[in-house]
């Protein structure tokens, strides 16, 4: 089975004045289809920079990301931009939805983007925002919505156009225990096809389980890579 994404030596720097520093220092990885990986490590470390050079956000100063059988190296920015659009599903720290949008427009929009009809796109996007108790604030706009509802049209959007690869950056982070749980048993779920991988940003304990394997991290390096157990059973040591 091909990965869903290799990283070969990968070095990231950014300029400081006259000089750079180093934020990820010669990282080796595979992300598998058909697994739910975690990414987990202390603030500062460098997860956000690693999955955004991963996805094609940031590039790299060095190494390489081979991705969905892309290699990023090989790609213009505007290649870049149409793969992600059609094969990444997204969720950020910040929500990034649209003011005068709908929460249905807000979570339809990748469809649309792909060219289904308006209506066709927003019904598909209803599915998933009732499904993750968004029942009755599908027509509010984000400013009628709370932070956690943001969160649920934001992971909507996500997973409307049924991207192979969906990466998350602390998805459960501003929502409730139980709305958090059943983010990750949608999550789970997709990562359950061997078609398809999830790649998720966390410091969130309660949904370590979640995850088939967990990558640490520390000072722009990764130090471990555990299946889930044992790394639930070093966390406890
Ligand atoms: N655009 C940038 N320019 C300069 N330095 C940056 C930039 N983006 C990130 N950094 C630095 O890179 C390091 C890693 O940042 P990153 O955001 O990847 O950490 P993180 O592990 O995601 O942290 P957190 O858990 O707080 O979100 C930090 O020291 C940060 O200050
Ligand atoms: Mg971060």
Redesign the pocket.
């Given at each position: 089975m091909q990965n869903a994404a290799t990283i070969s030596h990968l070095i990231k720097e950014?300029?400081?004045g006259d000089e750079s520093?180093r934020?990820l220092h010669d990282i080796n990885a595979e992300i598998r289809m058909g697994e739910l990986t975690m990414l987990v490590?202390?603030?500062?470390?460098?997860?956000?920079?690693?999955i955004?050079a991963i996805s094609g956000i940031l590039s790299a100063t060095s190494g390489e990301v081979d991705i969905l059988s892309h290699r990023l190296s090989r790609m213009s920015d505007k290649e870049k931009v149409l793969f992600r659009r059609e094969s990444i599903g997204f969720i950020f720290?910040q929500y990034n939805l649209l003011p005068a949008l709908t929460a249905a427009e807000n979570a339809a929009m990748p469809l649309i983007a792909a060219g289904v009809l308006d209506e066709e796109a927003a019904d598909r996007a209803r599915v998933i925002l009732e499904h993750i108790g968004m029942q009755g604030h599908t027509e509010k706009l984000p400013r009628q919505l709370s932070g956690g509802q943001q969160q649920r049209v934001a992971i909507a959007r996500a997973l409307v156009h049924n991207p192979k690869l969906i990466v998350c950056?602390?998805p459960t982070a501003a929502l409730d225990a139980k709305t958090g749980q059943a983010v990750m048993e949608i999550l789970r779920d997709i990562a359950n096809d061997t078609n398809r991988a999830v790649l998720i940003?966390t410091?969130d304990n309660r949904i370590y389980h979640f995850a088939d394997r967990i990558l640490e991290?520390s000072d722009?390096r990764i130090i471990g890579d555990y299946a889930t157990d044992a790394f639930i059973h070093k966390e406890k040591l």
């Open positions: 950014f300029p400081a520093i934020v490590g202390p603030s500062g470390c460098g997860k956000t920079t690693l955004s720290q950056d602390e940003v410091h991290m722009g």
